[in-house]
C-alpha cells in the first residue's frame, strides 16, 4: 500500500523533509502543527488521538500545564550554567529523583543513550574499584532482543542487524542470554562479571513482557553473585508499565535505575542514572560529564515530573486504561486478526496477522481513522498513547483500531 500524504500542503513539507534530511527514519507521512493532551493536529486541521507518545516521552501528555509552567518560569531566568557553576533548581531536581528512586544519588545527562552510556562506565568502574575484576576484563550480561541506544558503545550489543551493519569495529565487553531466562544469567555469570543490563519489560521489541518472577529471579542472582543489576526504565519507567518503574510490578529494587524520555516530560532531553553512595559516589570530577547535563531547564521541568507522580494517579490511570485497552482488543484475537495482545499498564504490543498485512499497513489505516500508532520489528503494532488520555478517547482508538484491522482482512 503506497502511503499517500493526506494533502498537497503535507506531501510538499514531506518532500523538503526528506530532500535535506537524511533518511534514517520512515515516518508515517502525517505533519504535525501542534498538539495538547493526548491530540496532535497536522498542518491542514486534521486532529488526532496520539497513540504513541513520541516513544513514551510524552507520557503526562503534549502541553501538559504544570511542566508548561515551570518550563515557562525558568526559561526567564537562566536555561544553562554548564556544571562548572551550581544552578538553583539543580538541587530540587536530584533531591526529589533520588527520593522517588529510593537511592542516594542522581548523575543527569540528556538522551537515554548517553545515560546507558553512563551506567556501563559506572558498572565498569565499580567493577574495578569496588568488586576488584581485573582492569580490561569487565564483562555485562545484555538480553537478546534489547534495545539501549544508537551509540556506536550500545549498538555493539545489539541483535538488530539493521542498526548494527557497517557500523563496526564494536565494542567488546558484553555477552547475550535469552530474555525472561534467569538460569542463562546466572550460567553466563563469571568473576569478571560486572552488571547484568536489561529493560524490564522491552519496548522497541514489541512490548514484551518476561514471565512474572523473572525479575525476582535476576535479582536474586544477581545479589548472590555480587553483580550490579541494571534497569532500563527509559521507555518503561514513569508510569507507562502501570506503576512508577516496571520493576515494581515485581516489587524488585535494582542497583541502578537508567531513567529519560518522559522525565523530561517532552519538552526537554533528560536522562539520568539513579543508584547509592557506593556505586554513583565513584565519581570523581573530570571522570564524565555533559555540557548540557543537568541544566536548570531540564531540572526545573523534571522537578516537575516528579511531582506529578508524586499522587501515583498517573501509575492508576495507566493500569486501569490498560486492562480496558487489551479487553477492547480481545476480537482481535478472537477473530484471528493479532497472533498476539502483549500489555504491561497503558503499554500494548499486537502482533498482526501477516495474512492481513504489515503493522506499517495498519498504521496507515488507523492514520486515516485520526489515530497515530507506531508499527515496530514488521508485524508489531506498539500503543502508548499519553497517561492522561480521556475514557472517551481510549474508547475511540479501541474501535478504530477494530475497524482498521477489519478492512485490512476485508481486502486479504
Ligand atoms: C529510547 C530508549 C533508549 C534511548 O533513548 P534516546 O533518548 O533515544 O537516546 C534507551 N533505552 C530504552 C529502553 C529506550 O526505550
Not at 292 to 295: A, I, T
Not at 386 to 390: E, Q, T, Y
Given at each position: 500500500m503506497a502511503l499517500e500524504p493526506r494533502s498537497e500542503r503535507q506531501r510538499a513539507a514531506i518532500d523538503e523533509i526528506e530532500t535535506f534530511s537524511a533518511h534514517n527514519y520512515a515516518p508515517l507521512p502525517v505533519v504535525i502543527a501542534s498538539a495538547e493532551g493526548a491530540h496532535v493536529t497536522d498542518v491542514d486541521g486534521n486532529r488526532y488521538i496520539d497513540c504513541l507518545s513520541a516513544y513514551s516521552a510524552v507520557n503526562f501528555g503534549h502541553g501538559h500545564p504544570a511542566l508548561l509552567a515551570a518550563a515557562q518560569a525558568q526559561l526567564g531566568k537562566v536555561t544553562l550554567t554548564s556544571r562548572a557553576f551550581y544552578s538553583e533548581p539543580f538541587g530540587p531536581f536530584v533531591k526529589a529523583l533520588a527520593e522517588l528512586c529510593g537511592k542516594d544519588m542522581v548523575l543527569p545527562m540528556n538522551t537515554g543513550v548517553e545515560a546507558v552510556e553512563t551506567a556501563i562506565k559506572t558498572a565498569r568502574k565499580w567493577g574495578y574499584e569496588t568488586k576488584g575484576v581485573p582492569e580490561g576484563r569487565a564483562k555485562i550480561i545484555v538480553m537478546e532482543g534489547n534495545f539501549h541506544g544508537r551509540t556506536t558503545t550500545v549498538i555493539s550489543f545489539s541483535n538488530d542487524e539493521e542498526a548494527r551493519?557497517?557500523?563496526?569495529?564494536y565494542t567488546p565487553g558484553f555477552v547475550h542470554v535469552p530474555f525472561g531466562d534467569a538460569g542463562a544469567i546466572e550460567a553466563a555469570t563469571d568473576d569478571d562479571t560486572v552488571a547484568v543490563l536489561l529493560e524490564p519489560v522491552q519496548g522497541e521489541a514489541g512490548v514484551i513482557v518476561p514471565p512474572l518472577g523473572f525479575l525476582t529471579e535476576v535479582r536474586e542472582v544477581t545479589s548472590r553473585h555480587g553483580v550490579l543489576m541494571i534497569a532500563?526504565?527509559?521507555?518503561?519507567?514513569l508510569g507507562r508499565a502501570?506503576?512508577?518503574?516496571?520493576?515494581d510490578r515485581e516489587g524488585v529494587i535494582p542497583d541502578i535505575y537508567v531513567l529519560g524520555k518522559a522525565l523530561g516530560g517532552g519538552i526537554m532531553p533528560l536522562s539520568a542514572v539513579v543508584a547509592n553512595r557506593d556505586i554513583l559516589g565513584l565519581f570523581r570530577p573530570g571522570q564524565h560529564g555533559s555540557t548540557?547535563?543537568?541544566?536548570p531547564l531540564a531540572c526545573a521541568i523534571g522537578s516537575a515530573v516528579v511531582d506529578l507522580l508524586a499522587t501515583g494517579e498517573m501509575q492508576e490511570r495507566s493500569c486501569v486504561l490498560g486492562e480496558r485497552f487489551r479487553a477492547g482488543l480481545q476480537p482481535l484475537l478472537d477473530k484471528g486478526w493479532a497472533t498476539a495482545v502483549r500489555q504491561a499498564g497503558l503499554w500494548l504490543g499486537v502482533d498482526v496477522n501477516p495474512d492481513l498485512g504489515t503493522a506499517k499497513d495498519i498504521c496507515y489505516r488507523l492514520l486515516g481513522k485520526e489515530v497515530l500508532a507506531k508499527d515496530t520489528h514488521g508485524h508489531t503494532i506498539r500503543f502508548a498513547p499519553?497517561?492522561?488520555?480521556?475514557l472517551s478517547d481510549l474508547d475511540a482508538v479501541i474501535e478504530h483500531t477494530l475497524a482498521a484491522f477489519a478492512d485490512a482482512a476485508g481486502h486479504v
Open positions: 551493519r557497517s557500523f563496526s569495529p532500563d526504565e527509559i521507555q518503561s519507567g502501570g506503576a512508577t518503574f516496571a520493576c548540557f547535563g543537568g541544566n499519553p497517561l492522561v488520555i480521556s
